[in-house]
């Protein structure tokens, strides 16, 4: 039971570069999540879907793109990666039941020189 | 702007006794309320949901909600030094009931 995955774990880049994260799940939630995660502000939403090809912002969505072509992939894209974004990125599926459950996965640390 | 508040801490406890971490929020809207912990340098784990008032127990872990004061807190008894983590509480809101509010974490250390 793999579960929910994201690769790379790892990545440095330079500003203004383009970068995907990916995330994979098993577990066939319809419900996929983007989150950051910086010193002092907690977890943040960047973008939700609930569905494929269904797709929202979350809080902070500026500067990312997501897509949603197969219920089990939810990859992330910095568009041109700015310092600022230099975070830990968790992706997250939720069982939809009555409680609504988020699982996270490993996360990806990325870094933006 | 709906928040989840926590004291950051660090909470600190003698192995053995009762660890208490609490949490308010400010959406009254909110149904569900989440419990995760995370290691240092690890993804969140889900250890506990409440959605309704009282007190809810599994193992060692006890979650209350009092939605009343809008306040929601987590008991850990038996405090082991591998329960030395940051916990974070996170509501669900009323109006999108997938999207989480987290709040900042409380780091607990677990003294031998």
């Known amino acids: 039971d793999a579960g929910i995955t994201q690769s790379p774990r790892y990545k440095i880049t330079e500003t203004g570069r383009q970068v995907t994260l990916m995330c994979h799940q098993t577990w066939s939630h319809s419900y996929m999540f983007w989150y950051r995660q910086d010193l002092g502000h907690g977890l943040r939403l960047i973008y939700y879907s609930a569905a494929a090809d269904i797709t929202d912002k979350g809080e902070v969505p500026d500067g990312y793109v997501v897509s949603r072509s197969k219920t089990e992939n939810f990859p992330l894209t910095l568009e041109s990666a700015t310092r600022s974004q230099t975070s830990v990125y968790f992706c997250?599926?939720?069982?939809?039941?009555?409680?609504?459950?988020?699982?996270f996965g490993p996360g990806t640390r990325l870094t933006v020189l | 702007q709906k928040e989840v508040e926590q004291n950051s801490g660090p909470l600190s406890v003698p192995e053995g006794a009762i660890a208490s971490l609490n949490c308010t929020y400010s959406d009254r809207g909110s149904q569900s309320f989440f419990w995760y912990r995370q290691y240092s340098g690890k993804s969140p784990e889900l250890i506990m949901s409440i959605y309704s008032n009282g007190d809810k127990e599994d193992g060692r872990f006890t979650a209350q909600l009092n939605k009343a004061s809008q306040y929601v807190s987590l008991l850990i008894r038996d405090s082991q030094p591998s329960d030395s983590a940051t916990y974070l509480c996170a509501a669900q809101g009323g109006g999108t009931a997938s999207k989480l509010t987290f709040g900042t974490g409380t780091r607990l250390q677990v003294t031998l």
């Open positions: 997250a599926s939720m069982l939809t039941n009555s409680y609504n459950e988020q699982f």
